[in-house]
């Protein structure tokens, strides 16, 4: 490099050469932020803000988490959450990773091969995978023993390595053990210690406590839910711009894909719907591979994932710009029920009293005075 710019500065004069200097220089730095595989407030200081694991959630609120669950499993039980898997798109190419929904929750590590344990005398304690140089090379620095105590918070952590010896200790003074059943690994399911409390029909799922533990949402946590809906909704408006000049299902799939990218999202909660036409009835129609026939409605089911939070929004309009009188009186008709059933989500009511509310005949005025026409006419 220096190099480089010894040759470009050659012909430069004397008074243009300090110049550049001095500006090459101020982009220098002896500062060094150490990589644990995933941004920390050192490392991305727009991103994360002092005392933060993940953006918008404090290591506080993390330690917080921990306590409640512990609070709702039984004496002398055990909980084990593994990280999601690397799953392979071929055989040497992986897809983009995605945490397991619960070892991320607990732990705020967004890496793979890890094994978290909780328990009442030990706390949190975190098996971390070890670096090695070749998987350095081709895929970056990873979370080792260092980045669980200093960065996650955890009370003990050891390198995965040490599993085997450490935690068959831990599972023989537990009387239950209750373990994310999605992400288990045979790096402890295979331990004979385990095994001894699934024939003695000790052990549970998880899940039955942490989807109890996540149904109430922090302010932090309802913040981040509320950008990842206003992200998909800018996205969705533009999309809808774009729509008359592209009337294309897979160019609106890119497009409300980019729209949420340029906003902050890592990715989208879902494949996006886009059906045109009759494809609008296919509830999770992915193919996105139709052209948009004049006339026909577009629908939109789409949502975007904002560090670990996801949105998810419906619209239908026409790319055309404008509806034709029966597609604007069945709109107003589904506008008018939405809203309704927005008034009901209220404390005590149950998501399953509102979908039955949707779709009962009597929640459409349209089609309820099309009964009472039918009735009176009969």
């Not at 000790?202 to 992200?231: C, F, G």
Request: hydrophobic share 35%.
């Amino acid at each position: 490099m220096h190099c480089v710019m010894r040759k470009l500065t050659n012909s430069i004069s004397r008074t243009q050469f300090r110049t550049k200097i001095v500006g090459f220089r101020s982009y220098c730095s002896n500062k060094v932020v150490v990589d644990i595989g995933q941004p920390t407030p050192a490392s991305h200081p727009k991103l994360l803000k002092d005392g933060e694991i993940t953006p918008g959630i404090s290591s506080d609120e993390y330690i917080e988490r921990r306590k409640k669950l512990l609070d709702l499993l039984p004496e002398k039980s055990l909980a084990i959450i593994a990280a999601a898997p690397v799953k392979m798109m071929t055989d040497v190419v992986p897809y983009t990773f995605r945490q397991d929904a619960d070892y991320l929750y607990i732990t705020g590590c967004q890496q793979p091969g890890g094994v978290a344990v909780l328990g009442h005398d030990i706390g949190l304690c975190m098996f971390m995978p070890e670096v090695k140089p070749y998987d350095v090379t081709w895929q970056g620095q990873i979370a080792g023993v260092e980045a669980a105590l200093d960065t996650f918070k955890a009370d003990k952590a050891y390198p995965m390595r040490k599993l085997r010896e450490i935690l068959p200790d831990m599972l023989r003074g537990s009387s239950k053990l209750f373990h994310n059943t999605q992400t288990a690994t045979s790096t402890y399911t295979e331990l004979e210690a385990f095994q001894k409390l699934v024939y003695c029909n000790n052990v549970r799922d998880l899940s039955v406590y942490t989807h109890q533990l996540r149904w109430i949402k922090s302010p932090a946590e309802l913040k981040l839910m509320k950008e990842a809906a206003s992200i998909a909704c800018q996205a969705l408006l533009l999309t809808m711009l774009h729509s008359k000049t592209y009337p294309f299902e897979g160019m609106l799939a890119a497009k409300v894909e980019y729209e949420c990218r340029m906003r902050g999202a890592q990715r989208m909660g879902f494949n996006p719907v886009v059906g045109g036409g009759p494809n609008a009835s296919v509830i999770h129609y992915s193919r996105n591979d139709q052209k948009i026939k004049q006339g026909d409605l577009v629908l939109m089911d789409v949502g975007c994932e904002l560090h670990g939070y996801v949105s998810d929004l419906t619209r239908t309009w026409p790319p055309c710009g404008s509806f034709s009188s029966s597609q604007e009186e069945l709109y107003e008709l589904i506008l008018e029920t939405n809203k309704l059933c927005v008034e009901l989500c209220k404390p005590g009511a149950s998501i399953r009293e509102i979908h039955n509310y949707s779709v009962s005949p009597f929640s459409y005025p349209f089609l309820r005075n099309i009964i009472i026409r039918t009735v009176f006419f009969y």
